[in-house]
């Protein structure tokens, strides 16, 4: 017992083997960026100088800022295990009362007060809705899918409500002159503001301690509650999050649109979900990036714009998007499988009959886990 | 060990799921610096009593007392404040994140001058769980590999060091040996004595009768939900505590 160099634990070998197996297992991400790179190869040697072009790029990055911004809270709430339909409706919500508080300081006319106005009532909409989920799936237990369909219809019904169903144009000309339209240095404003969030929701999640408990509570729940984790304050902040983001979205929409676009983000949520599994993070909980997410919210992009370019019916995209998307679950839950896999085979005492009950932590268990959740 | 005081003590406590009443007034008494066996049939409310000790359930009724004072455990951040830990039987792990991030878990370091931000020092949590391991005399390949990915007594030990990192009072280990081998097991048991020996009450959960005649200084008894025997450890036989545990011989009067 006092010298721990002689007592090796038997069970595990650095082989090359079990080294490769565990990177695979842990960097989703890698695949999933070779395939973006392949792609934009693929691309740039079709169409050199149309796909490839300053005017393009610019275009490709413009098209996915907002759902970049949206896919960083996405990742938050499916590394809980959860899943939030409302976005897009939440992002439409948070456009309508925005672009009405702005109509009220002079509409098109509006100046920087107005537009500021403007942006907090989009972000504090959004923190409601979202704060609305988190309470509702965190406290009273009710599952994210059910929580957040419910919210999906109500926010997209409220904001019919509030405009007769009819868009909103009355959006401040400086608003869209710069943040809709205008850049910096020759890049977007909207794609400056893709990145900054992008970055900072990278290192919340990468760095902090609000990170690992959004990661813990998706891994185990009920364990997280038991070390002392506030499982349920942090699922009502990680939901507020994403939340926040839509409402930021629904601003950022304004500003690019012009408009309201009520009718334009019904599949904004499974675009974003799309993304944010593509990326490698997992629906079962625990695991994801926000780089991987951003990889992923590319994807789609340049193939939908390669196909555009290449003159290729470009629905087909939405045909390529839905295979690779089974496809990356299917890893994903393969990669899980040979982790737990080669951990039991890893280890060379053959358990007793009852190890195997006691080992709550053979994934994936996310249906038991979420459940769990509710009984806390 | 009549010369040891008590440290905690649960008197009476009932809790039900349902139709299933898992503890039917069940007592339970710890002393000072002791290794206490808790064992029973499967089913005999073990688990659930650790569970209602350790803040992680409720009793439905019942008293708790910690040195001689009557408490209510809240919750489990409530116990560990107490200076009470657990290594629960499923272990409570988060399998995606690494031994060290599970070993801080609800407790992480946080860097210097950043902490407002809730920046992780995750290096000193790395070299502390190091630490904690050495002293635990296991070794683990990979800090960072993810949980999930170790074998079942690689997992065992990342719980049991988890909570004899934190206890000031007392551990309860349910069924901590459970998935090991004959040399990780010993290891624990050794690990077990020496928590003990700092000071700290031990709850040991076994099904493995010599185990509990070899580490234990007394043994409590679990029957149906409540406590029917108890013994120095020293002076009994496996088959007393096997007659105790399927009614064979029954010491205490249970209402
Ligand atoms: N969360 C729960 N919901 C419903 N019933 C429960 C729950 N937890 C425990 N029980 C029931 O309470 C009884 C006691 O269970 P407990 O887990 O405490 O037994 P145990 O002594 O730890 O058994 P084992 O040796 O098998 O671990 C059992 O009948 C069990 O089915
Ligand atoms: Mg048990």
Redesign the pocket.
């Known amino acids: 017992m006092s010298s721990p160099t002689t007592e090796h634990t038997p069970a595990v070998r650095p082989t090359l083997a079990n080294r490769v197996r565990e990177y695979a297992a842990g960097s989703g991400t890698i695949w999933i960026l070779g395939a973006l790179v392949a792609l934009v190869i693929a691309f740039t040697v079709l169409a050199p100088t149309t796909f490839a072009s300053a005017y393009n790029v610019r275009s490709l990055f413009t098209d996915a800022a907002i759902l970049l911004v949206l896919g960083v809270g996405m990742t938050f709430v499916i590394i809980t295990a959860g899943i939030d339909l409302s976005v897009g409706s939440v992002l439409v919500f948070s456009g309508v009362v925005s672009a009405q508080v702005m109509s009220a300081f002079g509409g098109t006319e509006a100046g920087l007060l107005g537009v500021f106005a403007g942006l907090l009532v989009a972000l504090l909409s959004g923190v409601a809705w979202g704060a609305l989920n988190g309470v509702l799936i965190g406290v009273f237990g009710i599952p994210p899918l059910i929580v957040t369909l419910g919210t999906f219809g109500a926010a997209l019904g409220l904001a019919k409500v509030l405009t007769n169903g009819v868009d909103d144009r009355n959006v401040p000309t400086i608003l869209a002159d710069t943040i809709g339209t205008g850049t910096i240095g020759g890049i977007p404003w909207l794609v400056i503001i893709a990145m900054v969030v992008t970055v900072l929701g990278a290192l919340l999640l990468g760095l902090t301690r609000f990170g690992r408990h959004t990661k813990a509570i998706g891994s185990n729940a009920e364990g997280a509650r038991r070390v002392g984790v506030a499982v349920k304050p942090q699922l009502i902040k990680v939901y507020a999050l994403a939340g926040l983001l839509a409402g930021l979205g629904g601003f950022l929409s304004l500003a690019r649109f012009s408009t309201t676009t009520i009718a334009g983000h019904t599949t904004d949520n499974l675009t974003v979900i799309a993304a944010v599994v593509l990326g490698g993070t997992s629906l079962f909980g625990g695991i994801g990036s926000v780089v991987g997410t951003a990889i992923g919210v590319f994807i789609p992009a340049v193939l939908q714009n390669g196909f555009v370019i290449l003159g290729i019916q470009p629905f087909w995209q939405e045909f390529a998007v839905g295979v690779v998307l089974i496809l990356a679950v299917f890893f994903d839950q393969y990669r899980r499988r040979a982790r737990s896999k080669g951990a039991s085979r890893r280890g060379k005492h053959p358990a007793p009959p009852?190890a195997t009950?006691s080992l709550g932590a053979a994934p994936p268990a996310p249906a038991g886990a979420k459940e769990r959740i509710n009984?806390g | 060990m009549s010369s040891k005081k008590p440290l905690l003590q649960a008197r009476s406590i009932t809790?039900s799921?349902?139709q299933?009443?898992?503890?039917r007034g069940a007592s339970f008494d710890v002393y000072e610096g002791e290794i206490v066996a808790l064992i029973?049939?499967?089913?005999?409310?073990?688990?659930?009593?650790?569970?209602c000790l350790s803040g992680a359930?409720r009793p439905d009724g019942g008293e708790v007392l910690l040195e001689g004072k009557p408490v209510s455990i809240t919750s489990p951040t409530h116990a560990q404040s107490l200076g009470i830990e657990t290594v629960y039987?499923d272990l409570s792990l988060a399998p995606d994140l690494d031994p060290a991030a599970n070993l801080f878990l609800g407790r992480e370091l946080l860097k210097p001058g950043l902490g407002w931000l809730g920046v992780l020092d995750n290096s000193r949590m790395q070299s502390e769980a190091r630490a904690a391991f050495r002293e635990l005399g296991t070794e683990l390949l990979s800090f960072t590999a993810p949980v999930a990915s170790l074998s079942g007594g690689q997992k065992q030990n990342v719980a049991v060091a988890r909570s004899i990192a934190w206890a000031s009072k007392v551990v309860f280990m349910?069924?901590p040996t459970a998935a090991l081998g004959v040399v990780q097991r010993e290891k624990v048991l050794d690990v077990i004595r020496r928590v003990r020996d700092k000071g700290i009450s031990v709850v040991l959960?076994s099904?493995n009768m010599p185990e509990v005649i070899a580490v234990a200084d007394r043994v409590e008894v679990?029957r149906l939900?409540q406590r029917v025997a108890r013994f120095e450890a020293q002076q009994s036989t496996v088959e007393d505590l096997v007659a105790a545990m399927t009614g064979a011989l029954i010491q205490e009067d249970v209402a």
């Open positions: 009852r009950e009984n | 809790r799921f349902g299933v009443q898992a503890l029973g049939d499967n089913g005999a409310g073990k688990s659930t009593l650790v569970k359930d039987q349910d069924e959960i099904h679990l939900g």
